[in-house]
């Protein structure tokens, strides 16, 4: 066996010849970050070999600096001998400083209030369905020694009318102690369901009647959040999120999907998700508010569907080879004991229904959540993020598609891209006549790389400072040391030299990045727009735009307009509705008429499959420029580019 160590992390393993060493750095529990999946595309899981070799060959995202500092990429490299491996510093941040949008502050507040308006506007009732009663049984004696549980049947059928009454085994563990603590007064929390019937799903000893709590999730490919709810009143009482764990195997769906058809692979992405992802948020909640977890007795989460798929285990392979069908669009209810969830474990798990192969439920709660389904007005919302999620509509219809826009727009395919975390560059401008930077960052340390607000800035402050031309590609022989060409041609921007904060290298984004991004952007607007033509109509007959997706909490709206990727409309028509998934999955916790009107949405919602669309790649060639091809389709971006 070969011996592998890992600093600074001072973490070492026993291995034997010729594994992978990205493989190596996941059994050690050493995080690499690794968007493409091991598959040598993203040049994002650069390891430095400090003692020792390795079997590897230099990769053309290796610099020939990097590669003769002893840099390599973990996912093209065996091990052949006993090796030290040094992480750089800011790899961690990939997954433990990533910059999740708030859940609390004014605007969330305000968020989450539009969204409960909009259930009560429309006659729907936003209390939970869960009941929690105290009850007095009469104590047991020797002329009246029925079982305890028929002694609770009989309390409950006389008192609340309930003539059938069930529960199940754990359940029935619990009852013996729990009724003789305080002399069988008891409060239950109890489902009822249909007229006379009721499930007991828990019982503590005592008067509990004031504290009845349930969670709503929100399961992002990149993030997850959460909240835990007082099911009284509706009140959040606490909040928490990180960043998916399932993200070292993969920054996008396709490559999780490839991952889980690897020996085991299924069953580490599900405890990737679960152990090491929710429950750690759960167990978190828990400590902060002072709640236990048997008191969590609703859970009701959201995802796309490959993550619901891996949520539960399933396969997931089908859905991304033609004719892409899912194992499942709407699961069962499905018990916390089944999955391993840290609530109560006779909690019914409610998994927000999806609509096709790429529009999940993260989108169903969306569209819930956003009002457009009791709207008279024509309202766009795309959730920007890996899939590219589009929803057309009003009250009478709902069109959606998916644009598989990558991973560009979380850092992904660009050589300085980041997830928003410690150091990602989150605005850019450029001076027009020295065609120096000016750059903000997450964090007050140092500039590590940009996320995707930031690679929006700098693209538009490019092209509108003379440095790049509309299809992306850097203009020569310019007046200043920050674009260079290397010997194939290929030009780059410095943001950063390395030598401005001390770095390892500098921070550049090449023509190879913006062609990657421009792509990215493309994927939406011609989405977007595939999905009017289809209706005959066009962007000018869209009355408000709806932003959701992580990265809107940091969008500029000007610049997304310039670049091409939103349609130039008035700015007054373009909003962000933060994790609109999250609040869906708030309202269904609190409103039974909320999860019915759910499900109807899921139901009515039609899916266009944009790769089956004739005009579809015309669109998006089309989108591949800046703006766009056809400059008269962005007349106030024309009038700007004029000047």
Known sequence: MLKVKFIPQNKEIEVSEGESLLEVARKAEVFIDAPCNGNGTCGKCKVKVVKGKVDTQKSRHLKDEEWNEGYILACCSKVKEDVVIEVPSNAGSAMHGMKIEALSGEREERIFERAKKQILDNGMEFKTYIKKDYIELDLPTLDDNISDFERIKRHLRNNLGYNQVFCRLPMLRKMPPILREKDFKVTITHIPRGQGKTTIVNMESGDTTDRLYGIALDIGTTSVAACLVDLQGGKLIAKASSGNAQIKYGADVINRIMYSTKKDGLKVLNDAIIKETINPLLRKMY?????????????????????????????????????????????????????????????????????????????????????????????????????????????????????????????????????????????????????????????????????????????????????????????????????????????????????????????????????????????????????????????????????????????????????????????????????????????????????????????????????????????????????????????????????
């Open 287 to 643: 400590e902060d508010s002072g709640i236990d977890k048997d008191e969590i007795v609703s859970f009701i989460a959201a995802g796309n569907t490959t993550m619901s798929h891996l949520f539960l285990g399933v396969y997931p392979d089908y859905l991304r080879m033609e004719p892409y069908i899912p194992a499942f669009v709407k699961p069962p209810f499905i018990k916390a004991s089944e999955l391993g969830l840290e609530v109560n474990q006779e909690t019914f798990i409610y998994l927000v229904p999806s609509v096709a192969s790429y529009v999940g439920g993260d989108i169903t709660a969306g569209v819930l959540s956003s009002g457009i389904w009791s709207s008279d007005e024509n309202i766009l919302f795309i959730d920007l993020g890996t899939n590219g999620e589009i929803v057309f509509g009003n009250k009478e219809f709902l069109m959606t598609c998916a644009c598989s826009a990558g991973p560009a727009f979380e850092g992904g395919e660009i050589s300085c891209g980041m997830r928003a975390a410690n150091g990602a560059i989150e605005k850019v401008k450029i001076n027009k006549d020295t065609y120096e930077p000016e750059i903000s960052f997450i964090g007050n340390d140092k500039p590590l790389g940009v996320c995707g607000s930031g690679i929006i800035d700098l693209i538009c402050e490019l092209m509108f400072s003379g440095i790049t031309d509309r299809r992306g590609k850097l203009i020569k022989n310019l007046n200043t040391s920050r674009v260079r060409f290397d010997e194939n041609g290929i030009g780059e921007y410095i943001i950063v030299f390395k030598e401005e904060y001390e770095l390892e290298k500098d921070i550049t984004i090449t023509e190879v990045d913006i062609d990657n991004f421009i792509r990215a952007k493309a994927a939406i607007y011609s989405g977007l727009t595939t999905l009017l033509t289809g209706l005959g109509m066009d962007c000018t007959m869209i009355d408000k735009i709806y932003i959701a997706g992580g990265i809107g909490n940091s969008l500029d709206i000007k610049n997304s307009i310039k670049i091409g990727m939103l349609p130039d409309v008035d700015e007054s028509k373009i909003s962000y509705v933060g994790n609109s998934s999250l609040m869906g999955c708030y309202l269904i916790l609190m409103s039974e008429d909320g999860r019915h009107k759910l499900e109807e949405l899921s139901n009515h919602m039609t899916y266009v499959e944009l790769s089956a669309d004739p005009g579809y790649m015309d669109e998006f060639i089309s989108a591949s420029f800046l703006p766009h091809t056809d400059i008269e389709k962005f007349p106030t971006v024309k009038q700007l580019l004029e000047k």
